[in-house]
């Protein structure tokens, strides 16, 4: 199929690969911008990192299963080393867990989180008192929360809002420290054990965990930006076709923030026992933030609440809204999706020709043109429209569904396929595990192949399509840099940042001047 095809009959860009054709692009037009998810995915929140949510997972805990784990991750690509002021969450940042469980694309349950620094010696320089350590007044590495040579802290504060009603559950939660390095923080086994100081019980069986994590996303997003390239496949890419490679985790080494609570299912039914839930998170900042005394020191935030970031189903802001609407999408809940779609704001929910960013998608016509032997099912495709926006009937679909909306969702009564998130299939609903991607998202969960899969119609929701190429595509990235743990948080031991440097995740990369110095 020749290149010209790309733009035959689509008003669509080039650029935009893995594109699962959602619509939330449609309804951010339609609606006015605010001042601002995945990672650097729009203008206004790739300045402001802090706020910027990286990933969604939502999962029955494998280790506890009759607990529901959500875990959102924030501040993308932190190099390990990157002090001596090391990555943090915001203080003047709400962060949001949001769940739906009736179907309707409402919050009927919300975690807020909020963050402040603690320091402990203003006079020293370090993450770590090493004044302290030197007069005796404490040990390094850092073995307790508590230590006198944890200099720079952070504390956490969770609440819970049902019902229109505010609940403060705990405060004063001592956060982790980053894992700098041997004499600061130890080896990963002294990590492990500071990290599991921080998870907190904050009361109905509910814990709670905020700290530092490797980012467990693992993608080439590197070669997808540069005009749609699957390094496995690049021999058959019709614009610039070259030898076959294998992928390349561009994540590989960085670390992120998490946010996680794990609860207890009997907590998130609601009043209907839906079995589905739907979640997303977001972050809010103040309307205003003024310099008091005109000193950029004494930042003052007035105001309301101003949501800034949103993140359900993964990749959608990342690689499917156009640049122009990016910090629209982030500053509007699920709950207006339905509200510019003809055939979503009632069901049956009829959806034939009126949503062709999922109906008629765009990576599929791309994949077509780029790559030749791939055949993808025609529009409309209402299997997609399952997938994103109503969940899929007899997996994740919610009984009571009344809104249809972008959000990861969770069928709860579906048990986890085993106890060790690493021995999991990593295609999910595609590899036969029910529990896995699109039905929530476990960290496992190879959602980029998933999504490739799904698009092109290699998966059992278009059986016509579920054969070869098509349920062969792939990245190359087939699994994470560092396995994922047995227990809550689940998301791998941070990288320390005495050990890395950028050359070690360039393949071959040499000192430019070997003999200086």
């Keep these: 199929m020749s290149s010209s095809t790309l733009s035959t009959g689509r008003a669509r860009t080039l650029w935009v690969l893995l594109a699962l054709g959602l619509s939330v692009a449609t309804a951010a037009a339609l609606l006015s ?53 090391y990555f943090r969450f915001g203080e003047d940042v709400r962060y949001n867990i949001h769940i739906d469980n009736n179907g309707d694309a409402n919050p009927d349950i919300t975690y807020e989180f909020r963050f402040q620094n603690a320091i402990q010696n203003p006079n020293e320089y ?68 500071l990290a599991q100081q921080a998870v907190h019980d904050i009361g109905e069986g509910v814990k709670a965990f905020a700290g530092q994590r490797d980012d467990g996303f693992f993608v080439d997003i590197a070669s997808i930006f540069d005009i749609g390239t699957l390094r496995p496949f690049q021999g058959a890419h019709a614009l610039s076709p070259r030898d076959a490679e294998d992928g390349r985790d561009t994540f590989a080494g960085y670390n992120v923030h998490t946010i996680g609570v794990q609860i207890p299912k009997a907590l998130l039914r609601g009043a209907a026992d839906d079995p589905v839930v739907g979640v997303y998170s977001t972050a809010e900042r103040r309307k205003v933030r003024v310099f008091s005394q005109n000193s950029s020191a004494r930042p003052v935030h007035k105001g309301r609440w101003v949501q800034v970031s ?10 499917v809204v156009p640049l122009g609407l990016k910090d629209a999408f982030n500053s509007i809940p699920p709950a207006a999706d339905a509200d510019v779609f003809p055939g979503l704001d009632a ?84 590899g036969g595990e029910n529990d896995g991607f699109p039905n929530g998202r476990r960290p496992s969960d190879d959602v980029v192949d998933i999504s490739l899969r799904a698009v092109a119609g290699g998966y059992p929701l278009t059986p016509d399509f579920n054969k070869e190429p098509n349920t062969l595509l792939t990245d190359g990235v087939i699994g994470n840099d560092k396995p994922f743990l047995t227990q809550f948080p689940y998301l791998p031991t941070p990288h320390r940042g005495f050990d890395l440097t950028n050359r070690d995740r360039v393949p071959g990369a040499q000192p430019q001047n070997p003999d200086n110095g």
């Design 126 to 193: 370090l993450y770590g008192d090493a004044v302290a350590a030197l007069d005796g007044r404490g040990t390094l590495p850092i073995t307790s929360l508590d230590d006198d040579t944890y200099n720079f802290r952070q504390t956490m504060s969770v609440s819970r809002v049902s019902d229109g009603k505010r609940t403060q559950l705990a405060s004063n939660l001592t956060l982790p420290p980053e894992h700098v390095g041997p004499i600061t923080t130890g080896d990963d086994a002294n990590y492990n054990q």
């Design 347 to 430: 069901p049956p929910f009829s959806t034939e020709g009126d949503i062709p960013l999922v109906t008629d998608p765009i990576l599929a016509g791309q994949i077509e043109a780029l790559y030749e032997g791939v055949d993808v099912p025609p529009a409309p495709r209402d299997d997609l429209v399952s997938v994103y926006l109503t969940g899929i009937e007899g997996v994740n679909q919610s009984p009571n569904l009344s809104r249809p909306s972008e959000m990861l969702r969770l069928n709860m009564d579906i048990e986890p396929t085993g106890t060790d998130l690493n021995a999991n299939n990593r295609l999910g609903f595609l």
């Design 310 to 319: 949103r993140l359900g189903m993964p990749l959608v802001n990342e690689v």
């Design 33 to 85: 911008t605010a001042d601002a998810s995945s990672h650097r995915e729009a203008p206004l929140i790739m300045e402001d990192p802090v706020a910027d949510n990286t990933d969604l997972y939502a999962f029955t805990s494998p280790d506890r299963p009759d607990t529901v784990t959500i875990l959102s991750n924030f501040v993308p690509f932190q190099e390990p080393g990157g002090g001596p002021n």
